[in-house]
């Protein structure tokens, strides 16, 4: 987009309207101030150098300072990265329908469970393609709801992958259940279904695959190595991603969803739980209110209802389900624009011999939860964790994939693990680095981090 400035001072006016600009849209980098007096915003650094003409004057905002072409500063090498961001490993994508949604729920009095919590439940159970789903306050309630639902207890043995968010092993043990490890897939990080088969005891209650960064695990796989064996899912990642036609969450018997503001959608903390199955839901209603069963108030002003179980507080508020639903409506979009970036990434980040992006199996559609690569340390310039600090300094935000729970000091000393005990879990939380991929980043943002990644060689 251009505009014209008429007789006033090319080079003063590009500075003028740069600065307006940075201060409405941070993520404007470098603005054109042509030689027939127009002026080109919102081009990265480097896009401006090539698209600059002899003469030209090109201002770069965060560094405060210009050059014109053709004075030795047109090239990358010159001027790799002129401009410093930041960039956030995710920020949620909200915005006036979530704060319209919220102000009708206040304006209701509805402030806990309450009408936008059953239509939010309708609207994600219709979406998934299940009978059921139930709204919880976080991803962690709704893991342990659906182990506690489904009779898991004391004495039951639960087999989880070795390299996942701790809440996933946590619930297990909430239960009174013991938590069996097993490796995973140095290709997808998620369960490898080739050794459950080992774990299984006539203790065996329950497999609960993680759908790891939003990609399905081979549930069909692990299904055939623990035949008659419930396959609950953790699909906290996974809301939207799909595996040969079916949804995440329609795999197994029942999943668990988390709305974090890390996951594609989110209502700030929540979760759900869905499943086919009646009874299972009912339980899970109950569980979630204290243990009230549900109908069972007579309506008088006296009668509380009855509670015929030990249950808990996991109730989703009205507020947060507004939200949810809000989300929910964007999920298509956002999943379809992340698919998109991880895409860009992968193929320029496909020159570096020490950096594995990630795959998707045929067959399979990943929600894109994270884009998490794999840093081989016996090619790489520097450690896994120096390039994150590297990119660190440059204003870009990483993390480590997820966790290896054998490595972690609480299970380590309950359980005796040895670092060697699951070499791939290991080797995932030592050399993995997910970089930034969420809603909120403009093009340049995306054209900025593979910059500053394949600058260090």
Known sequence: MAFAFGKLNAYQKAIDFAERLNRAALSIAATIAEGDGRVVPGLSCLRALRRGRQGDIVWFHHIRRYY??????????????????????????????????????????WLTQGPRVATFEEAFAARVGVSHAVAVSSGTAALHLMLAA????????????????????????????????????????????????????????????????????????????????????????????????????????????????????????????????????????????????????????????????????????????????????????????????????????SCLDWLRTPIVPEGCQAAWQSHVCMVDEAKSPCSRNEIMERLAERGIATRPGTLAIHMLKYYRQRYGFAEDDFPCARESMRCSMAIPLHNRMADEDYEYVADAIIAMG
């Not at 047109?74 to 919220?102: F, H, M």
């Not at 947060?320 to 992340?338: P, T």
Request: charged share 25%; net charge negative.
């Open 150 to 349: 489904f009779g898991i207890g004391r004495g039951d043995e639960v087999i989880v992958p070795a390299f996942t968010w701790i809440a996933t092993v946590n619930a297990v043990l909430y239960c009174g259940a013991e938590p069996v490890l097993v490796d995973v897939e140095p290709a997808t990080f998620n369960m490898d279904a080739a050794q459950v088969a080992d774990k299984i005891t006539e203790r065996t209650k329950a497999v609960v695959p993680v759908h790891l960064f939003g990609l399905c695990a081979d549930i069909d796989a692990i299904s055939v190595a623990a035949p008659g064996i419930a396959i609950l899912e953790d699909a906290a990642c996974a809301a939207g991603a799909t595996c040969k036609g079916r949804q995440a969450g329609t795999l197994g018997k029942a999943a668990a969803f988390s709305f974090h503001p890390r996951k594609s959608i989110t209502t700030g903390e929540g979760g759900m739980v869905v499943t086919d199955d009646d009874s299972l839901a009912a339980d899970l209603r109950a569980l979630r209110n204290h243990g009230q069963v549900a109908g069972g108030s007579s309506g008088r002003p006296y009668d509380l209802g009855e509670f015929d179980r030990l249950g808990f507080n996991y109730r989703m508020s009205d507020l947060h389900a507004a939200v949810g639903e809000v989300q929910l409506g964007k999920m298509d979009a956002f999943i379809a624009e992340r698919r998109k970036w991880a895409g860009y990434y992968n193929e320029r980040l």
């Open 68 to 109: 014109r072409v053709g004075e030795g500063r047109e090239t990358e090498d010159d001027l790799p990265l002129a401009e410093k961001r930041n960039i956030s490993i995710c920020v949620p994508a909200t915005g006036e329908e979530e704060w319209q949604a919220i102000r009708e729920s206040l304006e209701t009095g």
